[in-house]
């Protein structure tokens, strides 16, 4: 055991902890994968804003649980503001129903004001 603390001291400090799931990508960019995937969106951005929700509830170290989306696509030509957040809700029901605890969503068509 002793040698293993010795090993450990020798690793450099600059290195980024490991990840609890490795290989496994960040929420953020999963939410970007997933409506690019379903929306082919015009434009498309994803902010987490979990460090504004520290201390908060569902909040949790490391953040990765609030969100919020601006995405414009001809997907929701036509679709009221419901529809497209049902649409996109149900796109990214399993991050919902996992770890994300708060969506704000900003969805329109092209040409729409935002």
Not at 41 to 46: A, D, G, M, T
Not at 51 to 69: D, F, K, L, S
Not at 95 to 105: K, Q, T
């Amino acid at each position: 055991m002793l040698q293993r603390r010795r090993i450990a001291a020798l690793q450099p400090l600059t290195r980024a902890p490991p990840s609890p799931n490795p290989g496994s990508m960040r929420t953020a960019d999963l939410i970007t994968k997933k409506l690019t995937e379903a929306f082919e969106p015009q434009s498309l951005k994803v902010l987490d804003e979990s460090h504004q929700h520290e201390g908060h509830a569902g909040a949790r170290p490391g953040g990765q649980t609030h969100y919020r989306v601006y995405i414009v696509s001809e997907a929701f030509k036509g679709k009221t503001r419901i529809e497209r957040h049902r649409m996109i809700n149900a796109t990214l029901s399993g991050e919902l129903a996992g770890g994300i605890h708060a969506l704000a969503i900003h969805a329109t068509a092209p040409g729409e004001a935002a």
